[in-house]
Each structure stands twice: as C-alpha cells, then as structure tokens.
C-alpha cells in the first residue's frame, strides 16, 4: 500500500506511521489464522486474499451475518490479545531486551521488533485459548523476567525480518513457555 508511488520510484518515500500499523494488524492476523509460508510476502498476501473476498462477499450479500461474525470475532481476538500485551508488558510489549550501549545492562528497545510481533502476537493468541486473560496480568513480573533472561542468554539474538519458520516455531515456543512457567501451567504447552 502506497500512498505516493511517484515518490517512492525516486526514492524519497518515507513510510507513514498509519501504514506501519496495518501491516502489523495484517501481520497478526497472517500468523494465527494461516500458516506460516516463506517468504513472509506469501503468508501477507494470503491474509489480504481471505480479507478481500470477506469484503467481496459481503458486498454480495452473501451470508452478512456469518461474515460480520468473522470480522467481529477477528477484532475482539486482536483486542483482547492487545490487552494482554499492555497488562503484562506495558511499553515494552513486542520489543527486544537489548544491551545498553557504552554501559553494563540491559534495556526495551523504543520500536516494536517485526519478529518479536509475529511471535509474541501468535503466542499470546494460542495461550489464550486455553488460559484467562487475568492469569499472565497477576505473574507479569515473572513472565517479564523471563523473556529478559531469554534475551540475555542469546535466544532472540537472530533478530531478522526474513526468519525461517523454524525460528519462528521456536520463539513463538519460547514465549509461550516462558508465559506457561510463570503462571504454573507449563502442561499446557504443546
């Protein structure tokens, strides 16, 4: 999606914060409703293509009800997962814990990391099916201490738009054992 094409064949084109948005709303929603397809542009595309023909349907009249149900049902997955993501996280959701330069530490890094999105996004989504909400809002300290020790001991270290779905199976594994630990739950992880 863009906005000024001429712009961009020039090179002068600077993404809009609007735009950035959508493609993680897109992002979220290709990772827990599809299966994961490199490149990532597959997996994108198919989200739009099952996106599009929602819209087209409904044009059509087909249905209305059932797909106003499946947008609905979308939006409260993606708000109740936002939710999650604030309580438990705050500023630093769907960041990377990384080393503060010039000095010994740690810190969240200010913009949201594209894998840590992909992975948080999906893993919150499947824990939710089985766990409440308000379970990983009252251990939040431990789940926060958690992913700051997988970051420190290297885990995330590969930070890369283009990650195999390999790495992306295993961070999404880590968050949700690292989540499933600090509430006690670690049978629930598959």
Request: glycine share 4%.
């Amino acid at each position: 999606f863009i906005l000024d094409p001429t712009k961009f064949r020039l090179g002068l084109y600077e993404k809009c914060k609007l735009e950035s948005d959508c493609e993680l709303v897109l992002r979220a929603f290709a990772f827990v409703n599809l299966p994961y397809q490199r490149p990532l542009k597959i997996s994108l595309n198919n989200e739009i293509k099952e996106t599009q023909g929602i819209k087209y349907m409904s044009k059509i009249e087909v249905d209305k009800h059932r797909i106003q149900k499946k947008i609905d049902s979308k939006k409260k997955e993606f708000e109740c997962i936002m939710m999650v993501s604030r309580n438990v996280f705050g500023s630093a959701a769907f960041r990377k814990w990384v080393p503060i330069k010039g000095a010994n530490g740690y810190h969240w890094s200010r913009d949201i990391s594209k894998p840590m999105w992909d992975a948080g996004y999906s893993a919150i989504a499947e824990l939710l099916v089985d766990t409440e909400p308000v379970l990983f809002t009252q251990n939040k300290d431990r789940i926060v201490e958690g992913l700051e020790m997988s970051f420190e001991r290297g885990f995330f270290a590969n930070d890369s738009a283009s990650i195999s779905n390999q790495l992306f199976r295993e961070r999404k594994h880590e968050i949700k054992r690292i989540m499933l630990e600090a509430i006690g739950a670690k049978s629930l992880l598959r």
